[in-house]
C-alpha cells in the first residue's frame, strides 16, 4: 500500500516522533512511503538550527537520517518555511538573508506537493494539529 505522510508539529513534539515511528513502522512492513511533507510549524523539522537537550531524543536529526537512509521524497512547505525562517540557500539569497539553515535532503516546494501526495497515495495521515 502507498502512504504519505504530513507532519504539522515541530520536532520536539509527540507528535512528529509518531510520525517519525509511523513511517519506520511502514517501511519495515513493506509499504510505500511516497512522500512525507513538512507544513506549519513541522517546517522546523527541516531546520539544521534546531538543538535538542542532551536529556531528549533529537527527533529532527533522526528525521534528517530517516530521510537520507531511506531516499524519501521529504518536501517543507515554502510558505510555511518562509514565515519560520527556514530557508535554504536560494531562498536565503533571495531575500538577502545571512545564513539558510535547511540543509540536503529537504527540498522547498509548495502545497500543492501536498495535493498531489494525497492523490498518488492510498492513505494520507497526518500527524500534529491544524
Keep these: 500500500m502507498k502512504f504519505a505522510i504530513a507532519v504539522y508539529a515541530p520536532a520536539y513534539s509527540p507528535a512528529s516522533r509518531r510520525?517519525?515511528?509511523f513511517a519506520r513502522a511502514l517501511l519495515a512492513q513493506g509499504h510505500e512511503l511516497t512522500r512525507v511533507f513538512f507544513y506549519q510549524d513541522g517546517v522546523h523539522s527541516a531546520?539544521?538550527?534546531v538543538?535538542?537537550?542532551?536529556d531528549e531524543a533529537d527527533i529532527a536529526g533522526q528525521w534528517r537520517s530517516f530521510v537520507s537512509e531511506h531516499g524519501i521524497d521529504?518536501?517543507?512547505?515554502?510558505?510555511?518555511?518562509?514565515?519560520?525562517?527556514?530557508?535554504n540557500e536560494e531562498e536565503a539569497r533571495r531575500y538577502e538573508r545571512?545564513?539558510?539553515?535547511?540543509?540536503q535532503p529537504w527540498q522547498?516546494?509548495?502545497l500543492?506537493?501536498?495535493?498531489?501526495?494525497?492523490q498518488q497515495a492510498d492513505?494520507?495521515?497526518?500527524?500534529?494539529?491544524?
Excluded at 51 to 54: D, E, I, L, M
Excluded at 123 to 130: H, Y
Aim: net charge positive; glycine share 10%; hydrophobic share 50%.
Design 74 to 87: 521529504a518536501v517543507v512547505c515554502i510558505a510555511a518555511a518562509l514565515r519560520r525562517g527556514v530557508l
Design 98 to 103: 545571512p545564513a539558510a539553515n535547511l540543509p
Design 47 to 49: 531546520s539544521a538550527n
Design 19 to 21: 510520525a517519525l515511528q
Design 108 to 110: 522547498l516546494s509548495g
Design 123 to 130: 492513505r494520507l495521515v497526518s500527524f500534529g494539529g491544524m
Design 112 to 118: 500543492g506537493q501536498l495535493h498531489e501526495a494525497a
Design 51 to 54: 538543538v535538542t537537550p542532551q
